[in-house]
């Protein structure tokens, strides 16, 4: 192998994380793609540049993400959606290459199963076991909290305080 297909070399990467949650398929929908609430259960996730609503097809947001590596900033497109079904958002960085987070919702039972699949179809290297069991852990947590703020009705979303500025300079609260 040439030192230029070592450089061009990619590695597939997908990990699901499900949880069953106590609420309507598009309660749980609308909470998690609305990316202003990823602060209150993602602990990467810190500021994020976004209307403060469940996001669409086209939409584009920025987050600001803090991780042992330090800060890293992804620009989001929503690529795909379907109330109360699925959401797709796509980003990268360029530690990570491509990165896609598609949300499922389905009736199962009385409850709501929600899946978070993450996806990084070209990672530069591959992922370590190490890598996986932390993405699976903070994946439990991420879930665990998710299902906390739904079932206890703490949904709301706070507005960062560079977002703030801007909807106050807008005329807005």
Not at 107 to 132: E, H, K, M, W, Y
């Amino acid at each position: 192998m040439t030192d230029d297909q070592t450089q061009t070399q990619t590695h597939s990467f997908q990990r699901s994380h499900s949880v069953d949650i106590d609420a309507a398929p598009a309660v749980v929908l609308d909470y998690v793609s609305n990316p202003n609430s990823w602060p209150r259960w993602l602990a990467a996730s810190h500021e994020l540049d976004s209307p403060d609503r469940p996001l669409v097809t086209g939409d584009v947001f920025r987050e600001e993400w803090r991780t042992r590596t330090g800060p890293a900033v992804l620009r989001w497109r929503v690529t795909d959606h379907r109330p109360a079904e699925m959401w797709i958002g796509e980003t990268g960085a360029d530690f990570l290459g491509p990165i896609i987070v598609r949300y499922d919702v389905a009736r199962v039972g009385g409850l709501t199963r929600f899946t978070r699949t993450v996806t990084n179809p070209a990672r530069p290297r591959p992922i370590s076991d190490a890598q996986i069991a932390g993405v699976d852990a903070e994946a439990e947590i991420a879930l665990a909290n998710i299902k906390r703020n739904i079932e206890t009705g703490a949904m709301e979303t706070t507005p960062t305080p560079r977002r703030a500025a801007r909807s106050r300079l807008n005329g807005g609260g």
